[in-house]
């Protein structure tokens, strides 16, 4: 990109200073057009009016042509000849615009070539170059062109220049390649534009037979012609016949020339480029036309350029077309056709004419000496010995390669299936061992209270995935702290929540058979019984009952579904919650302490029992904690304990700081946080320290529980237990039995309640956790992260 920039700058420069030289050379009196008796010498050169282009005579291989030039072009294309196929040779060259009107060409006193015969008018005839390029004779009176060089292109197109063809006036604006590149006589190549359907292509033919085609034009140019060069044609159609021209954007020296090898270069590169590449037939790629192949030549069949020259040892003949009309080419033409020819070789350094061979390839001896690569030969790819070696070494790469694909093949599928049999080995085993547990069958299995407790069964994982329909959506019961939760149903009709717990958090498989039976052992029927468990891979899964009317906060926070809990039933649920905590805190041997006690996690039976839920998960993660700092819930803001957000020290005190904040909540009707938009310094805690300080804690209570003057005592006794659970410092808590004498026990005095740990919003959480984010901090390798409560 960068060298075409600069290229392209080049181009300008170069012409802006060409043009500048120019125009001081015109100011000395330059010639800039012929008038009848004018005589152009051969060391004179026709400006055109703006002096971008000249006209003169130039040379070629010691032969004299006259054409136009770019003025200043370092490449120096000649972008038209006068007499392209009668060059001069000596450099004698007069061009002339005689008193009878001819302008002609002539050498040593004999007309070369007459370029526009008579035309009779004299009087007003000139002829100039115009700055575009155009050599035109005009009639000035009349303001006539009576001819013009862009109605005889060569091989180059300039912008203004037609392609195409008009059939009234019968005009056929083609292109013709030089037949070498250091012969400009007429090659074997033409660029025409032809119809096709209803629509046009390029063709080049070569010889007259088409060689190549552009496709036809669509909306997006001609298609095999490289895109940039889309842009640069303008078209032009009616009824009369179309024509294609150049716009006036290819740098510095804009122009399309056909080359004698049959490519098309713009100003920027080729176009189409078939560089010492013979057009065969059998390929048809890039808008090469295929054609019939000669009998004896096959697929793949095609010439190399060689060093050195062939001696026919045998004395069978060569023919020699040595002549100046036939291009190297048409020399591959010629032995491609003749089937008897096994190459030719240049004869001229011009590029013309060849001498052909024919014969056995035995008839011949090659001498390789020399540097020219002057002998073409033509190869067949699968018949000669080097193709017959390179077949056999192809053989041998491929069975190389299909064996190593295939043995790599086969050992990831034995590696695979022995990590598969690995897998499913140390899965069985851990069932085994697991089922095989001394805690853990039917008989053994007794419960903390003696009684023996139903099986804890290890499900399979396609049993779990009919049960849960593949974990449908529809399924989903919520997101749990520590995984999502689905409800299943199993074939006998029980129906079962299955806990999905997440993979990154869980540890390994014997902390978690341990854990797993300490939990479900802990059998209280205020807490959600553990079913079984389903191992799968990595992932495992809790089994527990389902319970059909959803958790807690899905009645207590719903405007109409609170209606459903009058106060005996909140009453109850508190009690129910009490006795679940109480057993988890004290009567299990495991001494389970929650962690993330809340509103969601108490489930309700039929009968709108409570039972809390996820108990024990937090051992079941405690151990990864560290490896897993993850989003995974281990506490829930608005919940928890100061001393657990602040520190990660967690006790049985800081449940039954959320079981107070649970009873407020339960009290009130209204989530810990909700209060936070009502006023941003005080949440649910906050609220009822201030309406219990003012003597009016009464205030607090739900709306939706009506009138409870019977029960106005319980209920603030409720508030008075809540607040003593959430005061600030730990040791001031009540135990859960003390909470549980104090609620039943109506006549007990209770302790006045301190200030409450109420936060008065995350603000002051962060701001408490020495200025880092105290939501998410890790002490004593336990990550707490905290999120709102649902
Ligand atoms: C060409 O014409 C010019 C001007 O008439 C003249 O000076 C010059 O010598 C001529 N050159 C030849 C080679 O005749
Ligand atoms: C000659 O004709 C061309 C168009 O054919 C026009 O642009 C130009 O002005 C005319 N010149 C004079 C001198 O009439
Ligand atoms: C124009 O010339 C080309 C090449 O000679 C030829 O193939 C084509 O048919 C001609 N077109 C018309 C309309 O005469
Ligand atoms: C063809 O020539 C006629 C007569 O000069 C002209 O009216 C018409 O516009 C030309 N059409 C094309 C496509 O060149
Ligand atoms: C040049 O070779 C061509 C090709 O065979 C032939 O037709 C032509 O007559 C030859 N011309 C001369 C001048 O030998
Ligand atoms: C090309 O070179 C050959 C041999 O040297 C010669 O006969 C022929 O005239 C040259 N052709 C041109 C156009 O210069």
Redesign the pocket.
């Known amino acids: 990109m960068v060298s075409l920039a600069n290229f392209i700058f080049f181009l300008i420069l170069t012409s802006f200073c060409s043009q500048t030289c120019i125009i001081n050379i015109l100011s000395v009196g330059a010639i800039s057009s012929l008038k009848p008796g004018d005589v152009l010498n051969n060391s004179q050169i026709l400006h055109s009016e703006g002096g971008k282009f000249q006209l003169g005579f130039f040379s070629?291989?010691?032969?004299y042509y006259l054409g136009i030039w770019y003025a200043g072009d370092l490449e120096d294309r000649k972008l038209w000849i006068a007499n392209q196929n009668v060059?001069i040779l000596y450099n004698s060259g007069l061009l002339t615009l005689d008193s009878t009107g001819t302008l002609k060409i002539t050498s040593g006193g004999r007309t070369v070539v007459n370029i526009v015969k008579s035309t009779g008018l004299t009087g007003s005839l000139v002829a100039r170059l115009q700055d575009s390029g155009n050599f035109v004779v005009q009639d000035e009176t009349r303001n006539k062109t009576l001819w013009q060089s862009f109605d005889h292109p060569t091989s180059c197109l300039l912008p203004g220049m037609k392609l195409g063809y008009n059939l009234t006036t019968r005009q056929n604006w083609t292109l013709t390649s030089w037949?070498s590149f250091?012969?400009p006589?007429s090659g074997a190549f033409t660029l025409s534009l032809e119809a096709i359907k209803d629509t046009f292509q390029l063709v080049i033919r070569r010889r007259g037979k088409v060689y190549w085609t552009s496709g036809a034009w669509n909306d997006q140019g001609f298609p095999f012609l490289n895109t940039i060069y889309q842009y640069y044609f303008n078209l032009v159609s009616d009824k009369d016949g179309m024509f294609i021209q150049l716009k006036d954007r290819l740098g510095g020296f804009p122009s399309l020339e056909l080359f004698p090898d049959g490519s098309i270069i713009g100003g920027h590169g080729p176009i189409f480029t078939r560089f010492n590449k013979f057009c065969y037939g059998y390929e048809s790629d890039d808008g090469c036309v295929s054609s019939q192949l000669p009998a004896c030549r096959k697929d793949g069949d095609n010439f190399e350029q060689k060093r050195g020259d062939f001696t026919d040892i045998s004395g069978t003949s060569t023919n020699y077309y040595?002549n100046?009309s036939i291009s190297l080419g048409d020399c591959m033409q010629k032995c491609w056709e003749l089937c008897s020819c096994i190459g030719f070789t240049a004869?001229?350094?011009?590029g013309?004419?060849c001498q052909i061979w024919k014969g056995k390839k035995r008839d011949f001896e090659i001498d390789e000496t020399g540097n020219a690569l002057q002998r073409y030969v033509l190869v067949s790819p699968k018949s000669s010995k080097g193709a017959g070696k390179s077949w056999i070494w192809i053989v041998i790469v491929v069975a190389i390669f299909i064996t190593l694909t295939l043995s790599g093949f086969i050992s990831y599928i034995i590696m695979r299936r022995r990590k598969l049999q690995d897998k499913k080995r140390k899965e069985e085993e851990y069932i085994r061992e697991l089922t095989a547990a001394a805690s853990f069958n039917n008989t053994n299995l007794k419960g903390e209270d003696g009684r023996e407790v139903q099986d804890l069964k290890i499900f399979s994982f396609g049993f779990i995935l009919v049960a849960t329909n593949n974990f449908s959506s529809e399924n989903k019961l919520g997101e749990g702290g520590f995984g999502p939760v689905y409800k299943g149903k199993f074939p006998d009709g029980r129906e079962v929540a299955v806990k999905r717990l997440s993979r990154t958090s869980v540890q390994g498989l014997v902390e978690f058979k341990n854990e797993l039976i300490l939990i479900a052992k802990v059998q209280h029927t205020n807490l959600v019984r553990v079913i079984g468990c389903c191992i799968h891979e990595d992932e495992k899964m809790l089994i527990y009952e389902y319970m059909p009317n959803k958790s807690l906060d899905f009645f207590l926070f719903d405007q109409s579904r609170k209606e459903l809990l009058d106060w005996n039933k909140r009453f109850e649920i508190i009690e129910g919650i009490s006795q679940g905590l109480l057993y988890l805190h004290k009567y299990s041997r495991m001494r389970v302490i929650h962690r993330d006690l809340k509103a969601s996690n108490v489930l309700l039976d039929e009968h709108m029992n409570p039972k809390i839920a996820d108990f024990g998960l937090a051992r079941i993660f405690k151990q990864n904690e560290t490896e897993a700092v993850t989003d995974r819930v281990v506490g829930t803001y608005g919940y928890m304990a100061p001393e657990f957000a602040m520190e990660g020290a967690f006790s049985i005190k800081s449940d039954v700081f959320s079981f107070g904040v649970l009873m407020l909540e339960i009290v009130s009707g209204r989530r810990n946080t909700s209060l936070q938009q009502v006023d941003r310094s005080l949440n649910l805690i906050g609220h009822a320290w201030e309406l219990w300080k003012e003597g009016c804690a009464l205030e607090l209570k739900d709306g939706a529980l009506g009138d409870v003057c019977d029960n106005s005592k319980q209920l603030l006794r409720v508030i008075h237990v809540g607040l003593l659970c959430v005061q600030e410092n730990a040791l001031d808590r009540p135990t859960t039995s003390e909470v549980i004498s104090m609620l039943g026990n109506e006549s007990m005095p209770l302790p006045d309640a301190k200030h409450p740990a109420f936060f008065t919003g995350r603000d002051e959480i962060e701001s408490n956790a020495s200025g880092t984010k105290a939501v998410r901090r890790s002490v004593n390798n336990l990550s707490i992260t905290v999120l709102e409560a649902r």
Not at 60 to 63: D, G, I, S, V
Not at 347 to 350: G, H, K, R, T, Y
Request: charged content about 30%; aromatic content about 6%.
């Open positions: 070629k291989y010691e032969k060059p037949l250091s012969v006589a040595d100046a004869v001229s350094d011009n013309t004419g």
